[in-house]
């Protein structure tokens, strides 16, 4: 392979990184978008990395550039994914404590029926 398909390859790659990285988390519609993205960058960079391996290429600056930008870009998401989680984990316990804390004063009276029978003698 040349220079021009690992640097295509090596584009394509930072434009689905960026596609990520645009994506709203709040839509719940943008959830497979996002597995389907992040399948499509596996599989570009095992293509990369095949044709790295089989080839012995080294790359150029432009290539480092690019794959600089991707890692930076990355970051930015990673951070994003991070604080999303966080805010869906207080929510989470926001809700759940409520459940706690509204069973807590409407406890349910119970009644045991049962008969009582004294020894007689």
Avoid at 12 to 27: A, C, G, M, P, V
Avoid at 43 to 68: F, G, H, P, T
Avoid at 97 to 114: F, L, N, V
Wanted: charged share 25%.
């Amino acid at each position: 392979m040349t220079t021009s398909s690992v640097e295509s390859l090596l584009l394509e790659l930072l434009e689905l990184t960026r596609s990520i990285n645009q994506l709203d988390l709040e839509e719940e519609a943008n959830y497979d978008l996002l597995l389907s993205l992040q399948d499509q960058q596996v599989k570009l960079r095992e293509s990369i990395s095949q044709i790295i391996e089989s080839s012995n290429y080294i790359y150029s600056e432009a290539d480092r550039d690019i794959m600089k930008e991707c890692i930076e870009l990355e970051h930015i998401s990673r951070n994003r994914y991070l604080q999303f989680k966080t805010h869906a984990s207080s929510k989470l316990e926001l809700i759940s404590g409520s459940r706690k804390s509204r069973g807590a004063y409407q406890g349910e009276y119970i009644q045991h029926t049962g008969y009582f029978i004294d020894k007689q003698n």
